[in-house]
Structure formats: structure tokens, C-alpha cells
């Protein structure tokens, strides 16, 4: 089972780092996604990275590529999403992902609970 927190009401401009760790597993071995769900919307891609095996490299959805940064910890069990300069329409239920497989690409298996971001003045 995966957890995700951290999430929280912010204002404009400011920061929130996100966690997502495993209960049962650790997130140190393949894939782990961020995605995000806002009122309304279909569920959209944030950040992914890659398994540290091949390199751990991280690809960033257009909208926040520039101001959110995924990475994991020393020991690969943790990994987060840093976001700065929040904007309003940052504003969702964000969940973290994983499955096994190396790559980001492709459906995701195992999903977290979703923590909310609220991003408002």
C-alpha cells in the first residue's frame, strides 16, 4: 500500500513537498509517478521517475516542469515531490504511483490514497 502526504493549503507562490512511501514495499526498485486530480478534471500526469536501476531519470508534465522536482531519498524508499511557486490551478488530490517495471512509461499498478493541495490567497 502506498502513502502519500504532505499536501495542504498553501498561498501562491509558496511550497509544499509531497512523500510517498510504501507500507508493505519499498519504492526503491522501479517506477514511482506523481498525478494529480482537480474537481471536475481528468486525471493528469505530473512527474514521473524512473527506477534507479536504469538511471533514475524524471520527466515533468509542460505545466510544472520548471517549479516541481521529483526525487527519492538515500535509500530509494521515499520519494517526493517538491513543488515551488504554487499557482492557483496547481490546485488537486494528488497521488503517487508505482508498478513493476523500471519505466515510466505505460499504466501504473499501484496507487496511493491522494493528498490535497490547496493553493489559494
Known amino acids: 500500500q502506498l502513502q502519500a502526504s504532505g499536501g495542504g493549503l498553501v498561498q501562491p507562490g509558496e511550497s509544499l513537498r509531497l512523500s510517498c512511501a510504501g507500507s508493505?514495499?519499498?519504492?526503491?526498485?522501479?517506477?514511482v509517478g506523481w498525478f494529480r486530480q482537480a474537481p471536475g478534471n481528468e486525471r493528469e500526469d505530473v512527474a514521473c521517475?524512473?527506477?534507479?536501476?536504469?538511471?533514475?531519470?524524471?520527466t515533468y508534465a509542460n505545466s510544472v516542469k520548471g517549479r516541481f522536482t521529483i526525487s527519492r531519498d538515500n535509500t530509494g524508499a521515499t520519494v517526493y515531490l517538491q513543488m515551488n511557486n504554487l499557482k492557483a490551478e496547481d490546485t488537486a488530490t494528488y497521488y503517487c504511483?508505482?508498478?513493476?517495471?523500471?519505466?515510466?512509461?505505460?499504466?501504473?499498478?499501484?496507487w496511493g490514497q491522494g493528498t490535497l493541495v490547496t493553493v489559494s490567497s
Open positions: 504511483a508505482t508498478k513493476p517495471s523500471y519505466y515510466c512509461d505505460g499504466a501504473f499498478d499501484f
Open positions: 508493505d514495499f519499498s519504492l526503491a526498485r522501479y517506477a
Open positions: 521517475i524512473t527506477s534507479p536501476s536504469i538511471g533514475g531519470r524524471t
